[in-house]
């Protein structure tokens, strides 16, 4: 049987307008003569040019002085070294001083890919049928940093889904905290990470109290760069202790921002270069409470971090690594809710096929067992997951991806057990989706691929990006689905 694919006509395109205000740092020496060259301007040419800069640039950005204010405090701690305070200089050379240090980012110029779709947590003034969505997607610009980014709309009672007002003042978050650590289960994922050499983390973390804040790390690292003479191994040391510590934090958004204004941007040393392909899920507890949490793959540029997003109003997210044995690949997605009383999760642990864990610790993960291999001609290469299962009354259905001959990416479905999601009831023969001739083209053509699905009015509702350079949107019947998937056992 031919399942009947609805691809939709909403394209979501790069827009290389969608800017944020960054901070700019090159390197000290320059940094300072930056400072004494605008604390040479005389007043009225000090005025000038801050009246100049802020009439470019106060409509791309809410409050744009605030933001060369909190870029001038980031700076603040060269003025000592030209023997400078900071309360000597007036408030209009500080705001000039921090717009030196600013400089707009287009978060979306390169790309705009692999979303995926959740109910949204207001579903006010919706009619019958409806339901509000948040979707996120992988933006990708300027050197490929990727950044989570999101849109809300309304999908009717035809799936057609029509798109909220898009706001236009990009902001990263207002605040962003540094999280506390248990030394125990720091020192054991630096082992998982496989911190070895001539100085064990110990020599850095017996200095630390049982619980200790990220400046208590930072500190006792700076005093250890003095007092230990080994250089090269120390800094391989201290840079891995930093970069796991710097990667939990807390974001929270200013409450007048539109949630297609919030742009979760890498914070920690290792997102660097990327915050890639977030899985959202819609996850309630024993307690029917409801929180939504994203997997995610943070990048170095070297290395990658599987990472956890959680957030119960889009607001205010806490980013944690995942941690154990099997925390260390692309691909990692949470079940919708606990089975037999565990948190269970799809991975790819090997790059080839897919798999299942279990844990009492949702950022704990030690053992998997295989859950698929590559079974046909289009997922000969590899398998993978795209996105969280879904609960249907049939079983968890889980969209899949398939790779095949010249890389073709396409997508699949399975079906397993509720009771048992280790069990398979059956699985696509022939891919539900594949790249037609106006998805082949873009950054990395012949790809089709999604990061989380829906269902809504008996459809299933697919989210997918084209060659990893656009986004839309397909849907298919869910019981001809189902009944396809149970045929193929």
Not at 215 to 223: A, F, M, R, T, V
Not at 250 to 262: H, K, W, Y
Not at 453 to 460: E, R, T
Request: glycine content about 4%; charged content about 25%.
């Amino acid at each position: 049987m031919q399942l009947t694919i609805s691809r939709k006509n909403i394209i979501f395109n790069p827009d290389p307008s969608r800017v944020i205000a960054r901070f700019l740092f090159t390197e000290e020496q320059r940094a300072i003569n930056t400072i004494r060259f605008v604390l040479k301007m005389s007043e009225n040419d000090a005025l000038f040019t801050l009246k100049q800069t802020l009439r470019d640039y106060s409509m791309r950005h809410r409050n744009i002085s605030k933001i060369f204010e909190k870029h001038f405090n980031r700076i603040v701690y060269l003025l000592p070294k030209i023997n400078v305070l900071p309360e000597s200089i007036a408030y209009s050379k500080k705001i000039l001083i921090g717009s030196y240090f600013t400089m707009e980012y287009s978060i979306e110029s390169a790309a705009f890919f692999n979303p995926s779709m959740v109910d949204h947590p207001d579903q006010s003034e919706t009619n019958a049928g409806e339901k509000r969505v948040i979707l996120s997607f992988r933006a990708t610009g300027e050197g490929h940093i990727s950044s989570i980014v999101f849109r809300t709309g309304i999908i009717d009672k035809k799936n057609k889904l029509s798109l909220e007002p898009i706001g236009n003042l990009l902001e990263e978050a207002e605040h962003i905290w540094h999280h506390n650590y248990n030394k125990n289960s720091f020192a054991h994922k630096l082992n998982e990470m496989e911190v070895h050499g001539i100085i064990p983390p110990s020599l850095i973390l017996d200095k630390l109290n049982d619980e200790f804040t990220y400046s208590e790390l930072s500190k006792c690292i700076e005093e250890s760069r003095k007092a230990i003479h080994l250089a090269a191994d120390k800094e391989i040391l201290f840079n891995q202790i930093i970069w796991l510590a710097s990667s939990h934090y807390e974001l929270q958004f200013s409450l007048d921002t539109n949630i297609s204004e919030r742009v979760i941007f890498p914070v920690s040393t290792n997102e660097k270069n990327g915050i890639e392909d977030a899985r959202f899920v819609k996850f309630v507890d024993e307690n029917k409470k409801i929180k939504y949490y994203a997997t995610y793959t943070a990048y170095d540029g070297l290395t990658i971090m599987p990472k956890l997003l959680e957030t119960e109003d889009f607001y205010h997210f806490k980013a944690m690594p995942l941690h154990g044995e099997i925390a260390q690949n692309k691909g990692m997605a949470l079940f919708p809710r606990k089975v037999k009383g565990k948190y269970a999760m799809l991975c790819r642990l090997d790059g080839f096929n897919n798999y299942i864990a279990f844990s009492d610790n949702i950022t704990i993960w030690r053992e998997a067992k295989i859950l698929q291999q590559p079974k046909y001609p289009w997922e000969l290469i590899q398998i993978g997951n795209c996105g969280s299962p879904i609960e249907t009354e049939d079983g968890w259905l889980v969209i899949t991806h398939g790779v095949g001959p010249m890389r073709e990416y396409s997508l699949g479905a399975a079906l397993f057990d509720l009771d048992n999601p280790e069990k398979e009831i059956g699985r696509s023969k022939t891919p539900l989706l594949i790249p037609n001739t106006e998805e082949r083209e873009g950054y990395v053509p012949n790809v089709v691929y999604s990061c989380g699905s829906m269902i809504h009015n008996g459809d299933l509702i697919i989210p997918y990006a084209m060659s990893d350079y656009m986004s839309t949107y397909a849907t298919v019947d869910l019981k001809e689905l189902l009944n396809e998937l149970k045929i193929n056992k």
